[in-house]
């Protein structure tokens, strides 16, 4: 009998009340994302801040910003800014999002959330004192297809888990991306592109009782290479995880990798004792496909909203935490943003990286 699946229960961005937003350092990912809420939702553009007033209003102008300013500070003082976008280097999301939240400004923080746990802890507790909502913008959490293998994991489709795997390589050279081959400035694989794969681990699974990792350097002294493997008591999943999954009575292993040298597959799945997920290019929307034991196969449809324009998700996500009184998500807590990063520490030990500054 072939399966089904479920129907994911993500609100329609287009639904979630119009806030204003102001969006720090305008680069390539803030550009996809002022797309997505343009497209797809009632967010305000209300302000975009960078250190050069010429490129700030370049971007406002771009994607119809109301205003535009040469420093953050001017930024997060405007009145009409209800959350700022957060889309520096990960090496300034400390200090910038200290700073929104002293305003009083909610705030949405790229990935990864700061540069290790010591720093996401005072973020966290920051928004807490404030009042604030707080969330790190991973957007696969957020994104339709997560939700449908939310359900499956509630529901005990798989069995008790086995097994996760999940890759994100991309060739990233030092000519291509500089700020990933920067110490300076938290570059290397691992925070920038391994924490895909470590966050859906966390998805999956919950937090690791143990973490193994083995990897090469740049000559610049960041991860060039990661490989990880996670192991999970049968137990199942910590308080700081968001995994409703059973854990099967062998324990779980998740099998994890990021490299800044290759374009890898970019996928993932969770494998359980009477069935698996699978999901291609798993960070962007797309498909689920869940195979049973007996090789019987369930794809869900094509995503209405594709590619970076996902991005709307996570920000509507937000806006209606805002808008009703909350200060942190259901899919992605503050706890579990802060063991992340712990856990990213670690892998970096063992790795050997260590940033300036630490």
């Not at 553009?45 to 102008?61: I, K, N, P, T, Y």
Request: glycine letters at 8%; charged letters at 20%.
């Amino acid at each position: 009998m072939t399966p089904t699946l479920p129907t994911p229960r993500t609100p329609d961005p287009a639904d979630a009340p119009p806030l204003g937003w102001g969006i720090i350092a305008p680069g390539n990912i803030a550009s996809g994302m002022a797309h997505a809420l343009r497209t797809h939702t009632r967010q305000r553009l209300v302000a975009c801040g960078s250190r050069s007033l010429e490129r700030a209003q370049r971007f406002a102008d771009e994607f119809g910003v109301e205003r535009a300013y040469d420093s953050y500070e001017a930024l997060v003082a405007d009145a009409d800014v209800d959350i700022v976008y957060v889309a520096s280097p990960h090496s300034g999301h400390r200090e910038q999002a200290l700073l929104a939240i002293e305003a009083g400004k909610h705030v949405l923080i790229e990935k990864s959330f700061t540069r290790n746990a010591a720093e996401a802890r005072e973020v966290s507790d920051a928004a807490r004192a404030a009042k604030v909502a707080c969330l790190e913008a991973m957007w696969p959490r957020f994104l339709p297809r997560f939700d449908i293998v939310r359900q499956l994991l509630a529901d005990g489709t798989l069995g008790p888990i086995e097994t996760v795997i999940a890759d994100h390589g991309q060739p990233l050279s030092a000519d291509r991306v500089p700020r990933l081959h920067d110490p300076e400035l938290a570059g290397g694989a691992l925070l920038d592109l391994g924490i895909y794969p470590v966050s859906f681990a966390f998805f999956a699974l919950g937090t690791p009782a143990r973490v193994h990792a083995s990897g090469t350097l740049t000559e610049s002294g960041v991860d060039r290479q990661v490989s990880m493997v996670f192991e999970h008591e049968p137990s199942g999943p910590s308080d700081a995880g968001a995994s409703p999954s059973v854990v099967s009575d062998a324990g779980a292993h998740a099998l994890l990798s990021t490299t800044l040298a290759a374009r890898t597959p970019a996928s993932a799945s969770i494998a359980g004792t009477r069935a698996r997920i699978e999901l291609d290019k798993f960070y962007h929307p797309g498909a689920v496909r869940l195979v049973t034991s007996d090789g019987e196969i369930a794809e869900s449809a094509p995503p209405a909203i594709r590619d970076s324009e996902g991005l709307c998700f996570e920000a509507v996500h937000l806006a209606q935490l805002v808008a009703d009184g909350a200060t942190e998500s259901p899919l992605l807590g503050l706890d579990e943003t802060v063991a992340i990063m712990a856990t990213l520490d670690d892998i970096r030990a063992q790795v050997g990286v260590r940033y300036p500054g630490e």
